[in-house]
């Protein structure tokens, strides 16, 4: 069974940064493609970045490009979503999801088999 478990939200002044990690099932999250995503009150869930195994490379959507980085540590079973200069359009839940493929596909919520449950991120203005 696949198991996701994101953590690392909270409530930022705009301009801060926050860090979101991503754990869980062994051979998911060192052996195929993770990605944040992210859903904020209203909107439909939207890709913010992704990052594959086979290549180590990453995409990341326009509106967090240069200011958000996600990452890999294999030793500690993790991804992580690295945020800065937050801007209150970055409030919402932010969901980490995976997929059995060998590289990261277009980041659509219809690619990806695997959720976590979302931790929440606040940016006040």
């Known amino acids: 069974q696949v198991r996701l478990v994101e953590s690392g939200g909270d409530s930022v002044q705009a301009g801060g940064s926050l860090k979101l990690s991503c754990t869980g099932s062994?051979?998911?999250?060192?052996?195929?493609?993770v990605a944040w995503f992210r859903q904020a009150p209203g909107k439909e869930r939207e890709g913010v970045a992704c990052?594959?195994?086979?290549?180590?490379?990453?995409n990341y959507a326009d509106s967090v490009e240069g200011r958000f980085t996600i990452s890999r540590d294999t030793d500690a079973n993790a991804v992580y979503l690295q945020m800065n200069s937050l801007k209150p359009e970055d409030t919402a839940m932010y969901y980490c999801a995976s997929v059995w493929r060998y590289m990261c596909p277009e980041l659509k919520v219809r690619n990806f088999a695997y959720w976590g449950q979302g931790t929440q991120v606040t940016v006040s203005s």
């Open positions: 990052i594959s195994i086979s290549d180590g490379l990453s």
């Open positions: 062994t051979g998911t999250v060192n052996g195929y493609p």
